[in-house]
């Protein structure tokens, strides 16, 4: 029950943030404030033009799709660990899916508060009136990091249920996983070896700090948990990069067959932002 109702906040998190990058992005389209920093013109343009505006609208769209796929992923192991054909197959696939859920719960919400964040500022002072709805997308995901257990619990529970009680074996096999797609990615596009170059970066930081928690003795603990919110953050930080990576691979793919060119180089262009 508890798995499933931090699953569901999670996703609260990533429907609030798509929320507000919609309706900052809408915003930023219409907004017209001061003229464009290359000189083109001395009228003023929309917002959407401000590289600023431009860089924060794309941080708020990758950790929101980055976020999704991530839960999409968790979801499907769920799936496997209820229907795959073999009893180690749905063994492996449970542990996946609770070794995923911190990190949907945890980070996803507090991802759902900076986004929320950045689509304040993308409004400027109008984000505060409450007209907009900006600020009420903000207050809305403030209270997600803490429903169904604060992130520190969830990191509580990723540090110690998760990592230590298998001796790293999950997190092992899900970095086992990474690097698979980190070799793929180096057969593809300059574009996908520039993500496997930062994808294999985020892994073997995570395999620094999954191999330095499994050093420590019991009178460390207190490292080990202190440092919990950080080490769920990184995970679900590469976790998203992952499932990023992974998409970019299909659009790339589907971008030679000529499919959907606009929103295949929309996901190819969003992969790196984590």
């Keep these: 029950m508890m798995n499933s109702a931090r699953y569901a906040v999670g996703l609260q998190g990533i429907a609030v943030g798509e929320r507000a990058y919609q309706q900052a992005l809408a915003f930023a389209k219409e907004r017209v404030q001061s003229a464009p920093v290359d000189g083109s013109t001395r009228e003023a343009v929309t917002i959407i033009h401000h590289p600023d505006v431009r860089r924060m609208l794309m941080r708020m769209r990758g950790l929101t799709e980055g976020a999704r796929a991530m839960a999409t992923y968790a979801a499907g192991c769920q799936d496997m660990a209820r229907h795959a054909p073999s009893e180690s197959e749905r063994r492996d696939a449970k542990a996946m899916s609770e070794f995923l859920t911190p990190l949907v719960k945890g980070f996803s919400t507090e991802n759902g508060v900076e986004v929320a964040s950045l689509g304040v500022q993308v409004h400027g002072g109008m984000g505060f009136i409450e007209e907009t709805g900006a600020a009420q997308h903000y207050r809305d995901a403030r209270i997600l990091p803490i429903y169904e257990g604060t992130t520190a619990i969830q990191a509580n529970d990723l540090v110690g249920r998760k990592t230590l009680r298998d001796g790293g074996a999950t997190a092992r096999r899900l970095s086992g996983l990474i690097a698979q797609t980190e070799q793929q990615l180096l057969q593809g596009s300059d574009q996908a070896k520039a993500v496997a170059t930062r994808l294999r970066a985020a892994r073997e930081a995570f395999d620094d700090v999954v191999s330095h928690l499994l050093s420590l003795d019991k009178s460390e603990m207190p490292e ?43 996901k190819i262009a969003t992969a790196p932002v984590l």
């Design 224 to 266: 080990a948990f202190g440092t919990g919110v950080p080490y769920l953050m990184l995970a679900g930080n590469l976790v998203s990069g992952w499932q990023l990576a992974r998409s970019l691979l299909v659009a790339d793919a589907a971008l030679a067959r000529g499919e959907d060119p606009e929103f295949m180089a929309a």
